[in-house]
Structure formats: C-alpha cells, structure tokens
C-alpha cells in the first residue's frame, strides 16, 4: 500500500512538474506578445532585437516538454484523465511555440518598420490588438491550470474580439495603402504584425479546445476559418 | 506466446490503421491544396466552393485520429517507437489539419477574387506555388510511410524554396500595388493566399521533422521562424 502511495505522489509530481513547464512556457510567450508590440509603439529596437534573441528559450521549452511528456507516458503509462493531460500538454506546447514564433515576427517587423515612418496611431493600434492577445492567453493558461472549462469557453468565444479588432485594423491599413502609395511598405508590415496578433489568437483558441478536451474528455465543435479571418467583404467591396 | 502475438498481431493492426487514417487525412489535404489554386486560375467559383464546404471531413478525421490514438495508447501502453508514433500522428494531424484550413482559406479569397480582376499571371503563379506545395506535401507523407529520415531532411531543406517563390511573389503583388492601387484589393487578396501556401511549408516541414523524431528519437533543431518568411529586406527597400 505504502508502495503503491509512494508511487503514485511521484506520478502526481511528474503531472504537476510538466504542468508547471508549461505554464512556465506560457509566460515566456506572454511576455514575448506583449514586448513585441512596446517595443514597436516605443521604438525599441533593443528590446525588439532582445525579443527575437530570446525566442531559442520557448522552442527549447517545447522540446523539453515533449520529451517528458514522452518519458512520463512510457514511465507511468497514464490512463483516462492523466493520459488525456499528457496528450493536451502536447498539443498546448505546440500552440504555446507557435504563439511565441508569431511574436518574434511581430517583433522582427518593428526593427525593420523602425526604418521607415508608420502611420501615426497605427503602432497604437496594434498594442491594443497585443493587449488583448496577451490576456487572452494569460486567461487561457489558468483556465488551464485550473481545468476551468466555463473560462475556457469563454475564451473560445473572446477569440471573435479578436478577429474584428483585426479586422478594423485591416481596414485602418487599406486605407493608409489607397491614400498614399509610400505608405504601402510599412502598412504591409503592420498588416503582417496585426495578422500574426491575430493568429495568436487562433492558437490561444486551441489550448482553450485542449483544456475543454481534458476536462470532459470531448473536443469541442469548431467551425472557424483557423488563421484567416481576414474581412473577405471589407476588402471585396473596395475596387 | 500465442496469446502474446495475438496480442502483438492486433497492436501492430492498430498503428497501420493509425497510419493509414493520417495517409488519407494527406491525401484529402493534398487535393484540397491543388484545388484551390486550380479553382482560382480557371475562375471555377463551384470548385472554390466545394473545398470550402468539403474541409469538415478534414477536420473530423483529424478529431477521430487524436482520439484513436488516445485509444491505442489507453488500451496497448505503446512503448519506444511505439509512444514516439502516437505522438507524432498527433502531431501530424495538427499539422495536416492546418494546412487543410490554409487551403480552405484561399478557396474562399477565390470566390472574392473572381469578383474583382487580378492582374494577369498573378493567379498562375499561385498555382505553380500551390504545386510545389502539394508535392513537398506529397513526398512529407512517403516520408512518414516509409520513415524515411533523409527524405524528411530533404524536405526541410526544399521548403526553403517554397518561401523563395513565396518572397518572389511578395515582390511581384507589391509592385502591382504600387503601380495602380486599384489592384492593392486584389493584390492583397492574392498576398494572403500565398501567404497561406507558404504557411502550409511550414507545417509540412513540421510533418518532417516529426519523422525525423519518430525513427531517430530526437528533434531536429529548427531555427527559422516559421509562419512569416516574408523578405523583410525586400520591403524594407521599397520607402
């Protein structure tokens, strides 16, 4: 029985040591949205150069999680609730990457868009899109850690903020683009920047499915165009 | 012993089905991918409609994958290469997911292109980037088949010619915007449809390395920033 006891307090200490990678991972990612987009409306290239340096750390957390996920699922061979832990980590691990991947972009645009002059307003714009990113990934880290799956409906349908906070930037740049073709360059670059925000989004989106999926052990519906919600009739009704 | 081949009989039955669902998964990708482009190069709004409507089947096969490998591993506790391969079709499955959504997205921009006029030979050389997208799809799925680890390095190494092909037209739509910004709808149209192939490579080149893990058991260092390969030079050059 002690036996049994003693291996099982080990089992629930791998659980929560992954756990904790990837709410480690989270916050690395978590700073590097936010950072991304200060350094751009601050015109920080160190900061920005700093961002894109630093990226390495969240790839290698990645990696690390994979491998102890791998090694706890052949160790502990996890059933039900534990196994569908292990394969969510995985997933949200690949999310968390991507995430972190999308913020290096952002901050790779800024030291380059630094060399030119963007739109007044228009770097403002984008860190109210990175704000919300931010939050939304912050919220659904602890929907995560605390297995909530109300929040992490919540954020699946928070996600939609997103996509029209995106979408009036999309038209805030088209228009910058229609007045002054000097402006094309560096409203390219922004529209890049407020797309990676948004893709963001998407991800965050799934680690809230992943969260759903390993609270009740189904995956929800999901119906939405992942990675471009780009407004089709904005644009088309634009010659 | 009878008993434990019988055993081993129906686990080595469970990975081939596993295998096999994420080798048709491909295969619907692939079609969707090519399509796609197809759709818009000969104006065919049916066809762009049908790959939109059709991408369900790609995601529910996705959703049955995860959960017969949640299966498989609940049930047989897969050890070694064994675990690595349930990882890695999950994985995979993210992946081709993705890239089945990066198809749908510019299925659904044709149905707007075709409204308005994009310029000449823009919608063909989407197509041709489309197919090189398709084959490095393609031979990523042989790869994993086969476990093929150096036609996985390949692959790798060639999606860098995807995003060449992807800077080239970046360039080539930039110019269109900055010659007429009537075209910069369309242009920006055609920007994000390439944008979403060139996207689809790095998902594939994930698909790769996933192999490169399952047969060797360790990742391949990836330092390229996925998802935004965009020639930051190239636009920066343009004031």
Redo the contacts between chains.
Sequence with gaps: MIEKDHIHSAFDQDLKNLQASVMRMGGLVEASIINSSIALADSDEELARKIVEDD?MI?SLE?EI?LA??EL??LR?P??QD??FV?AV??IA?NLE?IG??A??VA??TT?LL??SPPDGATASILRLARSVQVLLKDSLDSFAERDVEKAREIIVRDHDIDLMYNSLFREF?TY??ED??S??PS??L??MA??LE?SGDHITSVAEQVIFLATGE?PK??R????T?P?ES??S??
């Design positions: 390495h790839d990696t994979n996920a791998l699922s052949a061979q059933i039900a196994l569908r394969f995985l997933k690949t991507r991947d999308y290096k972009n790779k645009r380059v060399q030119t088209l683009m229609m073709p000097r094309i360059t390219m670059h529209h890049f797309k990676n893709r995956m999901d119906d165009p992942v990675g471009d780009t089709f644009v088309e634009k010659p």
